[in-house]
C-alpha cells in the first residue's frame, strides 16, 4: 500500500458513512478499539481501492470491536440505538437500519471478552457461541482509510481478512448458501497480486519457489503475509484446517467449494480441481516460509 492513506470520502453511502461515525462515536465513549471486517470490507479494498469486482457486493457493515466484558458491549449497543438511526434485531449482534430496509450492522466483539479460546458465549443463555480467532490478528494488521472528513476508520487488510474467513469457513461451511466464505478465499488467492502492495518479483526467492507460476506466486505471498500477522495460538488453529483439506485431495469440501461454491455432489478431477488444489497448497506452503 502507498504510504498516503486510501481516501474513499467521494465514493462510500453517505448512509455508511453516518453509520460508522456512530459506532466511532459509541466506542470512543467507553475506549473500545474497532475495525470494519467481513464483506463491506473485502468491498472496499478490492473494488473501492484496487478497482476488482467482487461479484457479491453487500450492504451490511461487520464491526469487530475490542472489548473487556458485556457490559462495554451493551453500552456501545446502547449508544449506538440512541443516536436514532438503528434498531433492534432479534439477534443480539445485528442492528437493522430504521429507513434504509436491507442495511444492518453486526456488532462482534473479540480480544479479552473472547478468552483463550477466542470464543464468545452470547448472553443470557450462553448457549450460541461464536468463534472469533483470528480477529486480533487482523486488528493488528489492519489498513487505515479514509472514510469521510475527519474520519479515519481501520479496515481489515487482505491478509487478515484471509485468516478470518478461512475461520468463518469453517464454522459455515455446511450452512446456505454453502460457499460463500469460499468464495471470498478464492478471490483472495486468485487476486492477491494486486492488493498485496509489492510485486511478486520483488519478494526474494518467491518466483524461484513456484518456477516463475505468478498465480502460484501469489497465493504463496498471501500465505507469507499471513503466517507474518498470526499470532501462534491462531497457527495451531489454522494448520490442522488446511493439512485437513490439503490430505483430503479429491474429497476435500473446501476445494470443491472454491470451484463451485456448493458443498454438494461429487468433486470433478480436471484441471481446474487441480490448480485450486495446487494455490491452496502453495498458500499452505507460504505459512511456513
Known amino acids: 500500500m502507498s504510504a498516503t492513506l486510501p481516501d474513499l470520502t467521494d465514493r462510500l453511502e453517505p448512509v455508511h458513512q453516518q453509520a460508522l461515525r456512530t459506532v466511532a462515536r459509541a466506542a470512543a465513549a467507553v475506549g473500545a478499539d474497532w475495525f470494519l471486517t467481513g464483506a463491506m470490507a473485502r468491498d472496499w479494498v478490492f473494488t473501492l481501492i484496487h478497482g476488482i469486482d467482487t461479484q457479491r457486493a453487500t450492504r451490511d457493515a461487520d464491526i469487530g470491536i475490542a472489548l473487556a466484558d458485556w457490559d462495554e458491549y451493551q453500552q456501545i449497543r446502547t449508544l449506538i440505538i440512541a443516536e436514532g438511526d438503528f434498531q433492534p434485531d432479534r439477534s443480539q449482534q445485528r442492528l437493522n437500519h430504521r429507513r434504509l430496509r436491507g ?18 458465549a452470547w448472553p443470557p443463555k450462553q448457549d450460541v457461541v461464536m468463534n472469533v480467532i483470528g480477529f486480533e490478528d487482523a486488528f493488528r494488521s489492519a489498513l487505515t482509510v479514509i472514510a469521510d472528513i475527519d474520519l479515519a476508520v481501520k ?3 487482505p491478509a487478515g481478512l484471509m485468516v478470518m474467513k478461512l475461520f468463518a469457513w469453517q464454522d459455515r461451511k455446511y450452512l446456505s448458501p454453502a460457499g460463500k466464505d469460499a468464495h471470498d478465499i478464492r478471490l483472495l488467492m486468485t487476486h492477491y497480486e494486486k492488493v498485496a502492495g509489492r510485486s511478486l518479483y520483488d519478494v526474494a526467492g518467491l518466483m524461484d519457489s513456484v518456477d516463475y507460476d505468478a498465480d502460484m506466486a501469489a497465493a504463496r505471498l498471501l500465505g507469507r503475509d499471513v503466517g507474518g500477522i498470526i499470532q501462534s495460538h491462531t497457527r495451531d488453529a489454522l494448520l490442522p484446517l488446511l493439512d485437513r483439506e490439503l490430505a483430503a485431495d479429491v474429497g476435500s469440501l473446501l476445494i470443491g467449494q472454491l470451484l463451485r461454491g ?17 494455490l491452496l497448497a502453495n498458500f499452505r506452503a507460504g505459512l511456513d516460509e
Open 103 to 120: 442495511f444492518h450492522l453486526d456488532l462482534v466483539p473479540f480480544g479479552q471478552l473472547g478468552g483463550d479460546k477466542a470464543e464468545i
Open 262 to 278: 456448493t458443498a454438494m455432489g461429487n468433486i470433478p478431477v480436471e484441471p481446474d480441481y487441480r490448480k485450486m488444489f495446487s
Open 155 to 157: 479496515v481489515a487488510s
